[in-house]
């Protein structure tokens, strides 16, 4: 009964191909025996009988081999979808880090930017000690150059003092205030040891 069922789709078709035969043999330009109409007749149901054995044969075959393809082919639409879900965590993984990257290299930049205000901060107040310390120095130097100046200029001012005291001296002098002033210097030293 089941086979019937199964069966009763194709008479359409079985129709359609004895119609088509009998058109065929008709326009063949002589009429039809009835021994040729018969011989195409055994041979149509030799043709349903011949379907009707492999689907009964080949139905098991056919429905198991459909069937594991069917579930084969379920199997990697499943996979397929576990792929597609991977790849759209992966994704929005990747969407997230993206701007979790962003928000991270502004935050770097803003360190740096900081760490590059401490360090010119840092420069300028060491430049300025440094130039403070400088002009110190130099200070000091011009203080040390200027004592020195002023001594040799008090040592030559007091070489040509005595350079032209003693050329005063030796043109007013006279041996009489020579002997004079040894007496006086001997005198003045005799007290000294005493």
């Known amino acids: 009964m089941r086979l019937a069922r199964k069966l009763l789709p194709l008479l359409p078709a079985l129709a359609m191909i004895a119609l088509s035969a009998g058109l ?3 326009s063949g330009g002589g009429g039809v025996s009835d021994h040729q109409m018969w011989d195409f ?14 689907v009964v044969v080949l139905r098991k075959p056919l429905k198991s081999g459909l069937s594991s393809r069917v579930d084969q082919i379920k199997s990697e639409l499943e996979e ?3 792929k597609r879900e991977e790849a759209r965590r992966a994704y929005a993984l990747m969407e ?18 900081a760490m590059g205000e401490k360090e010119k901060a840092a420069i300028i107040s060491g430049a300025e000690t440094t130039a403070q310390r400088i002009k110190e120095q130099a200070s000091f130097t011009i203080e040390q150059e200027t004592a020195q100046a002023k001594a040799e200029l ?14 005063l001296l030796k043109e007013k002098i006279n041996s009489e ?14 007290q000294e040891v005493q």
């Not at 007749?41 to 492999?54: K, P, Q, S």
């Not at 997230?96 to 930049?109: F, M, V, Y």
């Not at 001012?157 to 003693?166: G, P, T």
């Open 24 to 26: 065929a043999l008709a």
């Open 96 to 113: 997230q880090r993206l701007a979790d990257a962003a928000g991270e290299h502004e935050k770097i930049l803003a360190e740096f930017r």
């Open 154 to 167: 008090r040592r030559d001012v007091a070489e040509m003092s005595a350079a032209l005291a003693e050329d």
């Open 41 to 54: 007749i055994y041979r149509i149901m030799n043709f349903a009988v011949l379907v009707a054995v492999l």
């Open 177 to 190: 205030d020579q002997t004079r002033l040894v007496d006086e210097y001997l005198a003045k030293v005799s």
């Open 80 to 82: 397929l979808e576990a």
